[in-house]
């Protein structure tokens, strides 16, 4: 039976006129917007490898040079673009796309797309997260608020509960009815997205499936609730008018209310604010042109027992070499605990949304989607991390080479290219697709529930269907 | 067989059926007159369980309608004033599609029988309901009734606004499904339709069965009258 209302309901909808404009339109964009996504992923792409590839032959084309001055010299790193950037660009246009790694410093991201972009493009682009996130919850409510409500309006909801079809059976029916016309809209669309991103980056097929899942979920707690309202409501105005006062509150109002909170709650400080702390607490540790600082004497005393020597001349290694670790060492303490705190802001955020976010299933959607395509704050945090831990190990091999290998730190010693050819380039992995899982068991869980409650929703207002 | 026992209906303090009792039998026609209001389509609306009884029982076949809703309506068709359909769907598919959701599956042919003996044009069959005259739609509804294999039939005011033609083919075969076994229950105003179809005739009076006759025994000008004096009081 349920078979039987599920295919009638596939018939009635796909013959609809006005169905059938709506459903292409949106069908239409999210290819349209696979594809753009698709162009910029790969324009971006061709560009940081170009960049890539220029940053590191001027690292090895450096020459004879005193390894401290490479180390000022320094290398950038590029962020690679994830393989399904195409469909949600996340916070990409937003922290920028490379950084700077020398001695000394941690240095900010630059090159953020967003504030070059006109006043249209700040408004956002159109990318396929956008249409699956707020167009296509609309086009399951335009397909789904009419189930009861206009049946009962044209009377053959009575004419149906007439025949003695069960209530749940005919809720069940119709929810297959609208998944089944949903499936033969996005099934050709998901396998063209797949075409067009399995030929720019190879299909990361783990992220798809669970960027699928979290979509289904997402779109099935939409599908429950319209046709649990439209069970109840008294007309389908009435449901129409519910339904989508539920989306602009769900995807417009409630997520921006969430992350405006969430910076209100735990409030992060201005760049200007964060840079002056850093500089603060450089100034107050260990700068390797005061040799006469009290760590340095400490590091002197250590390491002439150390090597039982009187005097630094007579140490088997270059001193300055170490004193230039042990200020860098001296810096990184301080980049550690500020990042860590600005992280630490960052993650509390995350926490709070995810908290509220129990009651905005949009929120929750956008977080996740986010996270599997690669573009969340905590991808991008883990690359400046890696970036970092190359950076340190770049400026190490440098001192490590001026300490054991050289006589003085002054500029006019130099270390030979081949100096150069053994730092590894820089490589970035990005996280696995278990490791992002584990980060976003909550999120899916929170869909999962939605998920649950508006099915459970549907089948009970089914009980209550009164023709 | 329908059979109401003591059925009583109120909203609040509105008494909208009172203490009904009625036995329709197999292959008889039972007339309920009344004015608007009178308590008719809610009798209809209980046996089909679309609100629940106050107190006493609606039985369809021996089934109650409120504790066995869904199998006191497998025997039960009904057929409202204008019977509703799916627009985007022909005259076929509504039809299969009802009567597959009632638990019989027709074949093509089968079913074209069915709308032919409900006297729906050939080549109204397979076109959208959505350019159905009223009389067409209430074909369909008979059709349904006949794949379904009502033996029990709930008929709210169905000739409402039909032509005399219309109406006077609906009521043939309202009697053919009668003469098949089918007990009918016919809400309606129409005092001529009355006199001509039904075996028994009962009149409603604020939710209240005040009269009930064998149509034989009387004549259409003493229907009339008995009609008016009760509309009159």
Redesign the interface.
Known sequence: ?IR??AR?EF??MT??GRFRTVAMAVCGLLVVAIVLGAMHHRREESQRDDARRATREHWLAQGEKNPHAAAHFGVFAFKPESALSPIDRGVNDFVGTFVFLEAHRQNEFRSRPAEDSSASGQLGALTAAVILQFLVPLLIIALGFASFAGERE???L?????????PRKLIAGKWFGVVAVLAVLFIPTTIIAAGVLSSIHGLDVPRCVMLAIGYLLYDGCFLGLTLAVSALASSSRMSLLTMLGFWVTVTLILPRVIADSAEIVHPLPSLAQFRAGIDVDLKKGLSAHATDSPEIVKLRERVLKQYGKERVEDLPINFDGLILQASEDSGNAVFDRHYRALWSIYHDQDVFRSRVGVFAPASVMRDLSMALAGTDFEHHRHFAEVAETYRRGLIRQMNHHITHHMNGAEYDSKAHPELWSSVEDFRYEPPSAVEVFRSQRTNFAILAGWCIVALGAAWIAAMRV?? | MLEAVELTKKYGDMTALDRLTLRIEPGEIFCLLGANGAGKSTTINLF?N?TSPTSGRAVVNGLDATTS??????S???I?E????????TGL?NLA??S???GHGYDDGQLRQFLARSGLQIDAVDQRVKGYSKGMRQKVGIA?ALA?KATAL?LDEPTSGLDPKASNEFALLVRELANDGAAVLMATHDLFQTRELSSRFGIMKRGRLVETRATREIGHAELERIYLEHMHD
């Open positions: 039976m039987k209302i009638k018939i009635e013959r609809d044209t009377g053959t009575r004419q149906l509960l007439s025949i003695g079809v069960s009164k023709p | 089909l679309f809703a869904i199998e006191s309506k497998r039960l068709a009904y409202p204008t019977v509703m359909l799916y627009r985007n769907l598919e599609y009802f597959e959701l009632a349904i379904k709930l």
